[in-house]
Every structure is written in C-alpha cells, then in structure tokens.
C-alpha cells in the first residue's frame, strides 16, 4: 500500500533574473546596468546636541548655518528635542544611535517634537539637506 503523496514544494525562486522590487520604481530609478543606483545621500539636520542631561530629550548646543534646522528655521540653541519621528530620545548615551534617528536621504521630512526655553511644546518639521543647498 502506502499511499503516500510527495507534495512538490514550489520554490519561490522562479529563475527570473530581475528583482521584482526593481519593478516597482520609475524608470528612472532603475539601476542601469549591472551596476546598481548609488546609495542615496544622507543628511542630518545640522545642529549639535549637548550631552544627555537625563532630563529627557537632547538639548540643541548650536545650529549649523545654513544647515536644514537653521534654514527651515525649526531649531535654535536651547531648544530640548523630545522625539524625532514619534521616537523618543530618552538617555541616548550613543551617538550613532542618534545619528540613526536625526539622518535620513537628503529631501526627506523629519517631525520634531520640541521643548522650548520657554516651556512651550510644539511639533516642527524639518527638511533634511546638505548644508548650503
């Protein structure tokens, strides 16, 4: 007897050579060739933060002239950043931790909550790209 059937696994790879994400851009975007796109430019906001001070949040040391917090005229030295996209900066005692949170490609929008001096809280955003641009 034994009627055992073998199922066939269907394989996901169907032998294709292109990459069905690459299908999902613009031509435009496409690698051409064999070389794939360059990685894209990343860019912080341009300011310096102080030191966690356990008090929740980092504090903005100074602004970069013409940097992106200085141009969209989102941060000033002072200010205490509570969150950068909804996460929060609770003791960061790791600097590429923050360079995670406050880098992103260049053109792209990060929501800030800030504290300022003067107690006010308020939601800014600032538009990442290269100093001077």
Not at 8 to 21: K, M, Q, Y
Not at 79 to 99: C, K
């Amino acid at each position: 007897g034994g009627g055992v059937q073998r199922q066939v696994s269907l394989s996901s790879d169907s032998g294709l050579p292109r990459d069905p994400s690459v299908e999902l851009l613009p031509a435009s975007q496409r690698p051409s060739g064999p070389r794939s796109a360059p990685k894209p430019k990343l860019c912080g906001f341009g300011v310096t933060f102080k030191k966690s001070d356990g008090m929740g949040g980092m504090v903005v040391k100074r602004v970069k002239l013409l940097g992106p917090a200085a141009t969209s005229n989102a941060l000033r030295a002072g200010d205490r950043v509570l969150s950068i996209d909804g996460s929060p900066l609770e003791d960061i005692q790791d600097a590429m931790h923050l360079a995670r949170l406050t880098h992103g490609e260049q053109g792209s929008a990060a929501v800030l909550t800030v504290l300022r001096p003067s107690g006010e809280r308020e939601d800014v955003v600032v538009v990442r790209h290269p100093a001077g641009a």
